[in-house]
């Protein structure tokens, strides 16, 4: 089962899916320590399966008046699995590569509109 919605990606032009909650299958698919196509030993590689899924899903279901509101997705190449590990597509901070952009803003908490 996957649970999905629409998101926009830095510096791209319309909206791909994201997967709010999964079950029933991992949500990572892990190459590190394997060998590449060359040979070459993966030390980074992991697949979003789940956002992938999401987006393949978002994709077919549509974004405007197609009606759809689900799909079903065969013969994808996941892992079946009875528990989720909740954990699995999150990373530590100091490993996001987003996060070093995020401190060469000057980003401000935008003030309270009063009431009155």
């Known amino acids: 089962m996957l649970i999905t919605d629409s998101r926009v990606l830095p510096l ?9 909650g999964y079950a ?15 040979g070459r030993t993966l030390k980074m590689t992991r697949v ?3 956002d992938s899924l999401a987006t393949a899903a978002v994709l ?9 509101p689900l799909a079903i997705i065969e013969g994808a ?3 079946f ?4 590990n909740r954990q699995e597509l999150v ?6 590569l987003y996060v070093p952009l995020f401190g060469k803003l000057n ?9 009155d």
Request: aromatic letters at 6%; glycine letters at 14%; charged letters at 40%.
């Open 12 to 20: 791209r032009a319309g909206v791909v899916g994201v997967a709010l």
């Open 24 to 38: 029933g299958f991992a949500g990572i698919k892990d190459y590190r320590g394997s060998a590449d196509l060359f």
């Open 48 to 50: 979003d399966i789940a």
């Open 60 to 68: 077919l279901m549509g974004e405007g008046k197609e009606r759809k």
């Open 77 to 79: 190449p996941i892992e």
């Open 81 to 84: 699995r009875g528990r989720v």
């Open 91 to 96: 990373i530590p901070v100091a490993d996001d």
């Open 107 to 115: 980003l401000k908490k935008p003030e309270k509109k009063r009431r």
